[in-house]
């Protein structure tokens, strides 16, 4: 890094991002780690902190969030209350400590924790090498689809928002777009790596979400109650007769689910049949909880 930057609006923000090697930053958590790592080497950090993206505000008949409200805000905010998804996602993601630090837009736009692709000492497929080291290794807790890259998408927020019918706010210098929550993620190509569709110089500014569902429910499994990334985790939402399911920890990418047939396209690998058992029983009790 060779500079820092603290905008004072969107704009602002916007301008400094269209620098070539200008990198957003949020609460940090998982930038710091992709630059210890070796992951991003950014020229500019430009701290979102003072752009004015920390409101949350109806809107609508729903509400709109701000990318840089933190997790713990979420917690906070009466409004959001009718979203028990949400709720439940943002009290379970990371640490109490850190939920005052991470933010919506940074949940959403994190980096797979796959430990191959997180290793210093390794550059596998997803990094931009030939190799899908955990596919030859242990992948124990990767997902369940067959591709170049097997890696597990982390964020407890985005199915949440996805089942509860969000979209969010992509802007640049020149333009704004207003996408599905699970239109912000791609597979991997040999053309391009990345799990984002953002272009370069674009930024994720808010989230929306519409009138809240008639019940919603979150359920995950990870390793330790605070401090872990789900394992597998599962979001419902349902509106009238219609049920959208939306699970995190079983592909690249968020992935929306057939609730009578979720395993549907998830054949797994040689170590992951105990991913499956778990989906199967997770879409069953999200699903109950709706009733």
Known sequence: MTAYARPSSVDEALALLAEDGAVPLGGGTDLAGQVDRGLRRPHVLVDLQAAGLDAIVDRDEGVEIGAAVTLAALLDAPVLSPYEALVIAASTAA??????VGTVGGNLCQHTRCWYYRSPELTCWLGGGDTCYAQL?????HNLEPGDCISAHPSDLAPALAACGATVVVRSPD?????PVL?????PTAESRSLLGLAAGELVTAVRLPAPPDASAYVR????QAFSFPLVAVAAARRGDAVR????????????LDPLDPLAGL????????KRDLLAALVERAVDALA
């Open 95 to 100: 640490s109490p400590l850190l939920r005052t």
């Open 137 to 141: 290794g242990d992948h124990r807790k």
């Open 175 to 179: 333009a704004e777009r207003v996408l």
């Open 183 to 187: 239109d912000l993620y791609r597979r």
């Open 221 to 224: 499994a990870g390793e330790r």
């Open 245 to 256: 399911v939306v699970a995190a920890g079983v592909a690249n990418v968020p992935r929306e």
């Open 267 to 274: 054949p797994g690998h040689p170590q992951t049949g105990w």
